[in-house]
């Protein structure tokens, strides 16, 4: 399956996603992150989503969720390294019309709680996840992980096969693929994701997507702020999920997925190539796979309505 969207269509669609101000405002210049919430805030109104807030596996978890209906399945989404819930929500508001769903921030990112020495590693994160899940009202239809995440879905449904039917690895790490610049930073102990300065950020932007948006002040601030502070928190992260040894644990363990799969990368991911999908279908017992034209590292944000389609069509096709 492909998709691909005009170059200024899809600019525009990204700028929204990344909770862009478009607009001045008179406050701009001493609190830029108040712009940055008014623009998600903006976003969730756009999705029909609210913040809710969670106390579970120790940690206080900050969601936001959309669809009212609650006869209409639940999906659950699991954002990515240096992510968080608000990545998802150019995708809510293309699920929301046919169900419920709910994205939280993991414990120790974005708004969720983060305790001092905290694991917050593939296999800890993993176990909370499936806590989670348990203290929700009904059995999600659909559990999707992003990168990061989807290595931690991963693990989850390896460990705790009744907890899901159906899960969703959208360019998720976990697994060995094909070398590229991404790879072999984080094996040299770099991050290449580090955002310290505005010029990082333009390189960061760079290596997740294919057509990298501009992001105009004072949003860029804001976000370089965000991720300044957390630098340290984000490299020990990363020394977990791409170098320690629980970094293709999934791999290992990919034969006690009973889970219903669907694989969904972009063709031209920078961060986690193509070629892993292939390694993930050889390794499970059930899956898919939709390889989407066009984008890079974070096709939910880049191309949301091609993604929903494929959901979609996963939901609705008999195992």
């Not at 969207?5 to 405002?25: D, F, I, Q």
């Not at 609190?31 to 998600?40: I, S, Y």
């Not at 360019?171 to 991404?182: I, P």
């Not at 040894?245 to 991911?269: G, K, Q, S, V």
Request: proline share 6%; glycine share 10%.
């Amino acid at each position: 399956m492909t998709g691909r969207r005009g170059s200024g269509t899809r600019k525009v669609v990204l700028v929204t996603s990344l909770g862009l101000a478009l607009g001045v405002v008179g406050f701009a210049a001493t609190a830029p992150e108040k712009v940055l919430e008014a623009e998600f805030a903006r976003q969730r109104w756009l999705a029909g989503a609210e913040v809710t807030q969670y106390v579970v596996a120790g940690h206080r978890w900050s969601a936001v969720e959309a669809g009212q209906d609650t006869s209409k399945p639940l999906v659950v989404l699991v954002h990515g390294f240096t992510g968080s819930k608000e990545n998802w929500l150019p995708l809510m508001r293309e699920l929301a019309r046919n169900y419920r769903v709910i994205a939280p921030d993991l414990p120790g990112w974005g708004n969720s709680e983060r305790q001092p020495g905290g694991d917050y590693g593939p296999v800890a994160q993993s176990e909370r996840l499936a806590e989670f899940l348990r203290a929700l009202p009904e059995k999600p239809a659909l559990l999707l992980g992003h990168s990061m995440g989807g290595q931690i879905v991963g693990l989850m449904a390896a460990r705790n096969p009744g907890l899901v039917d159906r899960i969703s690895l959208m360019s998720s790490a976990g697994v060995r693929y094909q070398e590229n610049a991404f790879a072999n930073a984080v094996l040299a102990g770099q991050n290449p994701f580090q955002v310290t300065s505005k010029a990082e950020l333009k390189r960061y932007l760079g290596i997740v997507f294919e057509d990298p948006p501009f992001v105009p002040w004072p949003a860029n601030e804001a976000l370089v702020r965000r991720r300044r502070a957390d630098a340290q928190f984000e490299q020990r992260v990363l020394d977990g999920i791409g170098r320690g040894p629980d970094a293709f644990a999934l791999e290992d363990e990919l034969a006690n997925i009973r889970a219903h799969t669907l694989l969904l990368w972009c063709r031209d991911d920078r961060v986690i190539d193509v070629s892993a999908a292939e390694v993930f279908h050889r390794g499970l017992a059930s899956s898919s796979t939709v390889i989407l034209a066009g984008c890079g590292h974070m096709p939910m944000m880049a191309q949301p309505r091609q993604v929903a389609g494929a959901i979609g069509g996963f939901m609705d096709a008999p195992r």
